[in-house]
């Protein structure tokens, strides 16, 4: 069981290019979101999805895009990338039917933009 | 809105002594309340979740939270620290942005250091 997959591990981008994080699970989750990790403000929420073609935002999503278009699959994409999203970028999801259900995380994409 | 207070970024205990770590919540509704614990260069692995159920939760690897709502604390806590238990550990309530119950709001963490 592979739960949640997050590639690539490690990024290197240069300031105002683009790419794009990739989660995938398989645990036939509903729920899937994104959070960056920095030191010192624990995990924060940039986007989330409660379903397939259904898409939020949270807390800090200026500079990312996400789709949703399978229930496995919930790409993180950075538009133009600054030094400020250098981040460790984590990949979650649970089921919606259960109030106080458990988020599963991915292993993260360290991301340093330079 | 909810939110979760950590006391202490960075807390240090010999091994063998009790582990103490310390999370306030704020929250307008009941809230769901988890531990997660992080080891360098890894994600987030589930501690425990309080529930409603029981006011006191046991968790893995020994430890266990007890949920008092006149404090609005969730404290966890290791009778016994072992050197293994070195990481980082994040409180963590439900029901964050949008009011959607899969979203989490996280304290800011606290890294936990034992000593031989």
């Known amino acids: 069981n592979a739960g949640v997959t997050q590639t690539p591990k490690f990024q290197v981008l240069k300031t105002g290019q683009s790419m794009t994080l990739q989660c995938a699970q398989d645990m036939n989750h509903e729920y899937m979101s994104w959070y960056r990790q920095d030191p010192g403000m624990g995990l924060r929420l940039i986007h989330y999805?409660?379903?397939?073609?259904?898409?939020d935002q949270g807390e800090v999503p200026n500079g990312y895009n996400v789709s949703r278009s399978t229930t496995e699959d919930f790409p993180l994409r950075l538009l133009s990338a600054a030094p400020s999203q250098t981040s460790v970028y984590f990949c979650?999801?649970?089921?919606?039917?259960?109030?106080?259900?458990?988020?599963?995380f991915g292993q993260g994409t360290r991301l340093t933009v330079v | 809105a909810q939110s979760v207070t950590q006391l202490g970024s960075h807390v240090s205990v010999s091994e063998g002594a009790l582990v103490l770590l310390r999370c306030n919540y704020s929250s307008s509704v009941p809230p769901y309340l988890f531990w997660y614990v992080q080891y360098p260069n890894q994600g987030l692995q589930l501690l425990l979740k309080y529930t409603s159920a029981a006011t006191l939760v046991k968790g893995i690897n020994g430890f266990e939270a007890e949920f008092k709502k006149s404090e609005t604390s969730f404290h966890l806590t290791k009778p016994s620290a072992h050197m293994s238990d070195a990481a980082e550990y994040f409180c963590a309530v439900s029901g964050g942005h949008g009011g959607s119950q899969g979203n989490l709001i996280f304290g800011k963490g606290t890294k936990l250091s034992v000593k031989p």
């Open positions: 999805s409660v379903g397939a073609g259904i898409t």
């Open positions: 979650a999801s649970s089921k919606p039917s259960r109030r106080n259900t458990e988020a599963f």
